[in-house]
């Protein structure tokens, strides 16, 4: 029988309704049973666990409220959980990654650190992060040598950050820093 909200009603003597209250507090005790402690318990009221349905969109927040929900990464393309501050403000995802290499993980505070490995050619170039990253803060190099002979190759950045890209410059160390292909490590953080 399901819960019904409308019961008792004022002219309806309890010896009537009685049977419709008590399948009224097992609808409510079994409702929340889920994912909480015993209600009778040593920790009643506590949560067990916590699920959240998908939103379709960023749910909007008032003066006084915060937002914490589930929805669709568009990075990920996976459920992941995010946050919503005060008045509509900024919407920060806290558990999108990728633990490979390439790589990324998403801080609280809505910072974005990603690491992988690539081929630059020789000379100058522009490469492509593989998550999208609005505005990069800072990138680090480190050369990839077979048998750990330093092969005195060098990247280095050969321009500004642009949206998603960074400009780097490709070298063999000698009197003349030609240009040189080689394969390296990156580090780069932004948001």
């Not at 019904?4 to 309806?12: H, R, V, W």
């Not at 993980?105 to 522009?126: E, F, H, K, N, Y």
């Not at 992060?129 to 050969?158: C, H, K, S, Y």
Request: charged share 10%.
């Amino acid at each position: 029988m399901p819960y019904q909200p409308n019961i008792p009603q004022p002219a309806t003597a309890i010896r009537i309704s009685q049977n419709d209250l008590l399948v009224n507090f097992q609808q409510i005790l079994a409702t929340f049973q889920v994912n909480h402690a015993a209600f009778n318990g040593a920790t009643p009221g506590r949560h067990a666990a916590v699920q959240f349905v998908q939103q379709a969109a960023d749910p909007a927040t008032a003066a006084n409220e915060f937002a914490l929900y589930a929805k669709n990464s568009i990075l990920t393309g996976q459920l992941e959980l995010f946050t919503r501050r005060a008045n509509s403000g900024q919407v920060v995802s806290i558990t999108e990654s990728v633990a490979a290499t390439p790589g990324y993980t998403r801080t609280s505070s809505g910072m974005l650190i990603q690491w992988g490995t690539d081929v630059a050619a020789a000379g100058a170039q522009i490469k492509v992060l593989p998550a999208p990253m609005a505005t990069i803060l800072a990138m680090w190099f480190t050369i990839q040598t077979a048998g750990g002979v330093d092969a005195n190759r060098f990247i280095e950045l050969n321009g500004p950050f642009a949206l998603n890209t960074y400009n780097i410059f490709a070298g063999v160390r000698n009197a003349n820093n030609v240009a040189g292909a080689c394969n390296y490590y990156y580090v780069a953080i932004g948001f």
